[in-house]
């Protein structure tokens, strides 16, 4: 079946496979998908990914998950911001700091998905795809 929110569907994976307490989840593969996953890694919310593609520029993304002790997942939370019904853009100075700096936003910009912060050292606006703490 084909997602009409790939993204949404990206978070909602991994947000169910932290509820099962899984130890990896596969998504079907996208770069927008390798970049969120790949800044999720940088921030030391996942612990690895792999990517297997096929000949036909498909493939699949398997995203090791990450908890702490006690089996407690390190990521407490994904929302989805910007919908395919309603995207929201933001100005620079309008990315959403939130929990003292614990939590980050992911934006989708002129230069590449990267986080909130980067975005505005960069003084640069866009999409606000998601929000992660």
């Not at 000949?55 to 994904?78: A, C, D, H, M, W």
């Not at 929990?99 to 606000?128: D, H, R």
């Amino acid at each position: 079946m084909v997602a009409s929110d790939p993204i949404a569907d990206l978070l909602t994976r991994i947000r169910n496979s932290l509820k099962a307490q899984h130890r990896f989840v596969d998504v079907s593969w996208s770069k927008m998908k390798e970049s969120i996953v790949e800044i999720l890694k940088k921030n030391g919310f996942v612990e690895n990914y792999l990517i297997k593609k096929d000949e036909n520029q498909r493939g699949t993304i398997r995203v090791f998950l990450k908890y702490s002790l006690g089996r407690k997942p390190v990521i407490q939370g994904l929302r989805r911001v910007s919908k395919p019904g309603l995207r929201r853009y933001v100005k620079y100075g309008d990315i959403p700091f939130f929990y003292g700096g614990l939590g980050f936003s992911i934006v989708s910009t002129s230069k590449g998905i990267m986080t909130g912060k980067e975005a505005k050292n960069q003084q640069i606006g866009g999409e606000l795809l998601c929000l992660v703490w």
